[in-house]
């Protein structure tokens, strides 16, 4: 079979690449458009969840990617963008623990990171007792001692080194 289309020089194809925007991802260093959500990490730690995946697991894709595409976020577009990636309230994933979770990360960076958290964050709902994400046991006396204050008040315990990612 013979080769029927259009031969664009290099030229060509970068001029047409330019000419038309893309529609996934940023296509340079000042756009300022959400590429992730607090809520659709939820979605997707629901969705690990109702597939067998323990606390532990949706801890480290859930919790802790939110984390990563936050920090992403605002090297991206700045504290502003950073703050939008919470906007839109997290569906209940099927685990109290994670729900309380999201709340205790979205109030925790607007703390550290000076924005107001997100009204749904304060939710009396969004809190769970004695659950220590991703801490050996031998680790759970500092856990209590140290973890930031929206996570403990959550009922949530981790150590400083469970959030140093971001």
């Known amino acids: 079979m013979a080769f029927k289309g259009i031969v664009l020089s290099i030229g060509e194809l970068v001029e047409q690449a330019q000419a038309e925007p893309s529609s996934q991802g940023p296509t340079k260093p000042d756009d300022h458009r959400l590429l992730h959500t607090a809520a659709g990490e939820a979605a997707d730690g629901a969705m690990l969840l109702r597939r067998g995946a323990s606390l532990t697991d949706v801890w480290r894709f859930g919790i802790i990617q939110a984390l990563d595409d936050y920090a992403s976020t605002v090297r991206r577009g700045g504290i502003r963008l950073g703050a939008r990636f919470f906007d839109d309230e997290p569906a209940p994933t099927g685990a109290i623990e994670v729900d309380a979770a999201f709340a205790a990360l979205a109030e925790h960076l607007a703390e550290r990171d000076g924005w107001e958290a997100p009204t749904w ?46």
């Open 121 to 166: 964050a304060g939710q009396p709902w969004r809190v769970t007792t004695g659950w220590y994400p991703d801490v050996i046991a031998w680790e759970r006396d500092e856990a209590r001692r140290t973890s930031p204050p929206a996570f403990r008040q959550r009922g949530i315990y981790i150590t400083p080194r469970g959030l140093e990612r971001a």
